[in-house]
């Protein structure tokens, strides 16, 4: 499994919110903690999707000779560096010839799912119902050919 980054910029954030606002940032700067790094902090995470509790990763469906759906598998945390596979999403509507392009395909609408759900105010449903109106269904049977991180 690809390495989790992210998640200590989270742990980080955690225990950086002790800091009182008015004292000194911890980071040296000689400004105040409120003006300084907490302002970053936010900003982070802003960008960040609900803290570790699910992720995604692009793939390819099929095989050679049918073609390459792109693909999304999504993974849950169910305990502390523990992660299950709880779906996977197939974009039935496009194949392409080569695994590759099934991939990069699927890389970008998760990005653009991202967005969709950053825009929304962080709801982990409105990811998947990005991709739902993209045209990824659920399959039960998960023969992806996954992208090596
Ligand atoms: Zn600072």
């Not at 000689?30 to 995604?56: D, H, L, N, T, V």
């Not at 073609?67 to 496009?94: F, N, Q, R």
């Amino acid at each position: 499994m690809p390495a989790l980054a992210g998640r200590h910029v989270q742990m980080n954030g955690a225990v950086m919110g002790k800091i009182g606002r008015n004292s000194p940032c911890p980071c040296g700067s000689g400004k105040k903690y409120k003006r300084c790094c907490e302002k970053k902090e936010a900003q982070m995470r802003a960008s960040q999707i609900p803290p570790g509790r699910f992720r995604y990763e692009a793939g390819s469906y099929g095989g050679p000779g049918r073609g390459y759906m792109p693909s999304i598998l999504g993974y849950k945390e169910v305990g502390s560096d523990s992660w299950a596979e709880h779906l996977c999403l197939v974009k039935t509507d496009a194949v392409f010839e080569d695994h590759e392009a099934a991939t990069s395909t699927a890389e970008g609408h998760i990005t653009a799912a991202r967005q969709a759900q950053i825009d929304a105010g962080g709801s982990p449903q409105e990811f998947a119902l990005s991709l739902r109106h993209e045209g990824y269904k659920s399959v039960s049977d998960s023969r992806i050919v996954q992208t090596e991180a």
